[in-house]
């Protein structure tokens, strides 16, 4: 393993509530990333953070927010969450990001059901 | 629109078989390819990555990169039924915003069945 927990791992909620998904990383790398992967979509990036307070947004970033304090920890929030939100999550790092070459490595997942 | 795209399978092929799965980009900007397996509930493992034209090997795994083609397959040779997964390409782009990152951009997965 990567060093990567992802918390909850399972989640059930209802339309409207609020949610946020933690991704805790023991490698000090500066790179983190959050995707999900939905059928016949596959990985699309949400978010990404290239250090600490430095956030940017991927390809489905609406809906999403994203703190990071400290460099271990990345965190996904949905502030109102919605049925078209439910899917698994994943996490990613990566040691720079930088380069073309540096390999992001993925967390477990958590898989988050909407009702 | 930059596009990733791969046969989604099922392939079948019997034990000890060669399995090839491709996968094709869009973006000739396109800097780095890998190759992660994902078994089904688990998440994407990292298997193989090239930067360069031409083939490169590790153990029972070539990947090809063809970039005037825009092309990059996977070769498993004696393919064993731990090796049915789905198996995502991933192409590396710089992205135009934030610190000057390269961001992936992943096919949808081939499903592959290596039949006993």
């Known amino acids: ?115 | 629109q930059k596009e990733v795209e791969q046969n989604s399978g099922p392939l079948s092929v019997p034990e000890g078989a060669i399995a090839s799965l491709n996968c094709t980009y869009s973006d000739r900007g396109s800097q780095s390819f890998f190759w992660y397996r994902q078994y089904s509930g688990k998440s994407p493992e990292l298997i193989m990555s090239i930067y360069s034209n031409g083939d490169k090997e590790d153990g029972r795994f070539t990947a090809q990169l063809n970039k005037a083609s825009q092309y990059v397959s996977l070769l498993i040779r004696d393919s064993q039924p731990s090796d049915s997964a789905t198996y995502l390409c991933a192409v590396a782009l710089l992205a135009y915003s934030g610190a000057g990152s390269y961001q992936l951009t992943f096919g949808k997965g081939t499903k592959l069945s290596v039949i006993p």
């Open chain 1, 1 to 115: 393993d990567a060093g990567i927990t992802q918390s909850p791992r399972h989640k059930v909620t209802e339309t409207g509530t609020p949610v946020t998904l933690r991704c805790h990383q023991t490698e000090n790398h500066r790179y983190m990333y959050w995707y999900r992967q939905d059928p016949g979509h596959g990985l699309r990036l949400i978010h990404y953070s290239y250090g600490v307070k430095d956030t940017d947004k991927g390809e489905v970033s609406d809906g999403y927010s994203v703190s990071r304090s400290k460099t271990e920890d990345f965190l996904l929030t949905l502030e109102s969450a919605t049925s078209s939100q439910t899917s698994v999550y994943f996490c990613a790092i990566s040691p720079s990001g930088g380069r073309s070459t540096d390999t992001q490595y993925f967390g477990p997942g958590t898989r988050l059901t909407v009702l």
